[in-house]
């Protein structure tokens, strides 16, 4: 997809900070990053201001959402066009981050 078909199916609205913005201020992110072989599919791709696409930097998407609880929910609520097969990814890579941030003790993985 381009940027403009991008902005237009969300909105122009940050599906991080769930602001609207002008295009200028806009910028598309892949969800799997283009690095890991992620596309510019519909699927792959949403749109996010560049103040949260900056505060996100390089870190994975499930580790700024899980530092992010502000922006975990918007996401939910408005990466509607997200594949399902990365929604499901990222659902359990939160649910294993959740439990690794609630756990205190020293044992051993298993
Ligand atoms: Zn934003």
Known sequence: MKREEI???????????????AASALTVDHVQP??????NSG???????????????????????????AALANFRQLARHV????????????RAGARRADSHDDSPRR
Do not use: M, S
């Open 34 to 39: 283009q690095v890991r072989g992620g596309d």
């Open 43 to 69: 699927g792959n791709v949403v749109t996010a201001c560049a103040t949260c696409n900056f505060r996100k930097g390089h870190r994975r998407l499930v580790d700024f959402l899980l530092d992010e609880p």
């Open 83 to 94: 594949w399902p097969r990365h929604i499901r990814t990222l659902d359990e890579a939160l």
């Open 7 to 21: 902005f237009e199916r969300d909105e122009w609205r940050c599906v991080y900070c769930g602001e609207q913005f």
